[in-house]
T-cell receptor
Framework: AQRVTQPEKLLSVFKGAPVELKCNYS??????LFWYVQYSRQRLQLLLR??SRESIKGFTADLNKGETSFHLKKPFAQEEDSAMYYC?????????FGQGTTLQVKP | DTAVSQTPKYLVTQMGNDKSIKCEQN?????MYWYKQDSKKFLKIMFS???????INETVPNRFSPKSPDKAHLNLHINSLELGDSAVYFC???????????????FGPGTRLTVL
């Protein structure tokens, strides 16, 4: 069955520290993976997608098919990065979301 | 303002009542979705419509009935509300989904439904 797992419900780091939000997926075909972010009192929005291979707001994510992972990384966290992050898998016209990880960046 | 909008933002009602949530997008998208976010923040798709046609219906109780009068609107009607229906419901839209590829989904602000 297709599944997305984000093992950490909450990740708390200090400003300037590196951040890695973990995402593992289960999918038999060629996956399309995304990271969505929801800042406080804002709507859910796309942060990045694996096919773009781009860096958004300093975040990157590399698809590792061997480990079936799509971890989100940023070398130096900023306070404005505090938000809820969802990893999502595209499958037959729908998105399957992970449970979400709340990132808290402390000053 | 170009966006996905939902009404109402908050909905508090008694068990057994029937209620509707409305969604509109002015992005010119063909595909619209309803998602449910439970108390643990888990986000799960419920329905998807492409140009007024139902294309995804995830094992949702038939008390939930989506209606798409045109491709810019996707409303969600819920009959005989139960305590377990309390959640935040998100509407989303995307350009036409092509086979083998995915477009970005644009989300509404959510409707917080509380069933007492």
């Amino acid at each position: 069955a297709q599944r997305v797992t984000q093992p950490e419900k909450l990740l708390s780091v200090f400003k300037g520290a590196p951040v890695e939000l973990k995402c593992n997926y289960s999918y038999s075909g060629s996956p399309e993976l995304f990271w969505y972010v929801q800042y406080s009192r804002q709507r859910l929005q796309l942060l990045l997608r694996h096919i773009s291979r781009e860096s958004i707001k300093g975040f990157t994510a590399d698809l590792n098919k061997g480990e079936t992972s799509f971890h989100l990384k940023k070398p130096f966290a900023q306070e404005e990065d505090s938000a809820m992050y969802y990893c999502a898998l595209g499958n037959t016209g729908k998105l399957i979301f992970g449970q979400g990880t709340t990132l808290q960046v402390k000053p | 303002d170009t966006a996905v909008s939902q009404t109402p933002k908050y909905l508090v009602t008694q068990m057994g009542n029937d209620k509707s949530i409305k969604c509109e997008q002015n992005l010119g998208h063909d595909t619209m979705y309803w998602y449910k976010q439970d108390s643990k923040k888990f986000l799960k798709i419920m329905f998807s419509y492409n140009n007024k046609e139902l294309i995804i219906n995830e094992t949702v109780p038939n008390r939930f009935s989506p209606k798409s009068p045109d491709k810019a609107h996707l409303n969600l009607h819920i009959n005989s509300l139960e305590l377990g229906d309390s959640a935040v419901y998100f509407c989303a839209s995307s350009p036409r989904v092509l086979a083998g590829s995915y477009n970005e989904q644009f989300f509404g602000p959510g409707t917080r439904l509380t069933v007492l």
